[in-house]
């Protein structure tokens, strides 16, 4: 599904919910089939370890959907967080409807490739995680998002890159010093 109105289609009990900055609308541990497109407004979703510490996997903006779609393909309890980090405007519909939905071979086909695509982001970000540098996540999260870095704090770009708010000032200093002399 690409659209919200292809959703709605699909979940004819689908809510358009508004939240306050700051409330969670998904706790970790709990049981859930819900998925979230966002109308307005900004969510993310991360993980805590267990030193107590962020771990961002997603930041999801205006037309993003967003959920724990591991937890509810294998019906396990979530491993994510997902919160407001704007006051937002969001569609919350079950997920259950896309396994009850009659849809035609081509809504199939495209779905399929949907998937396909966010299996290759998501690919292409592990690995950059563990090989490419501090500087080009940072470029490849720009690039990704490039109206987030006026939206979230710094330190919430740092957890998502997997660095510290230390080294993302670093290589900000550098990104803008490079501009300047470009």
Request: charged share 30%; proline share 3%; with cysteine.
């Amino acid at each position: 599904m690409n659209s919200l109105s292809e959703i709605l289609t699909l979940d004819s009990n689908a809510k358009t919910k508004e939240f306050k900055r700051g409330e969670i609308i998904q706790r970790e541990g709990t049981s859930n089939s819900f998925a979230f497109y966002v109308k307005k407004g900004l969510l993310r979703s991360y993980t805590i370890d267990e030193k107590g510490k962020e771990h961002i996997f997603l930041f999801a903006s205006e037309g993003w959907l967003i959920a724990d779609f591991e937890s509810q393909e294998f019906e396990r309890p979530t491993d994510l967080f997902i919160d407001c980090l704007e006051d937002s405007k969001v569609v919350v519909f079950n997920r259950e409807c896309f396994k009850v939905a009659a849809l035609s071979d081509e809504q199939l086909r495209k779905n399929a490739h949907l998937m396909a695509r966010r299996i290759a982001v998501l690919q292409k970000r592990v690995i950059m995680l563990m090989s490419a540098s501090a500087k080009d996540r940072y470029n490849k999260f720009l690039e990704t998002y490039p109206e987030l870095p006026n939206r979230i704090p710094q330190r919430m770009i740092a957890s998502y890159l997997g660095i510290t708010p230390q080294a993302l000032s670093s290589i900000r200093r550098n990104v803008l010093k490079s501009r300047q002399f470009s």
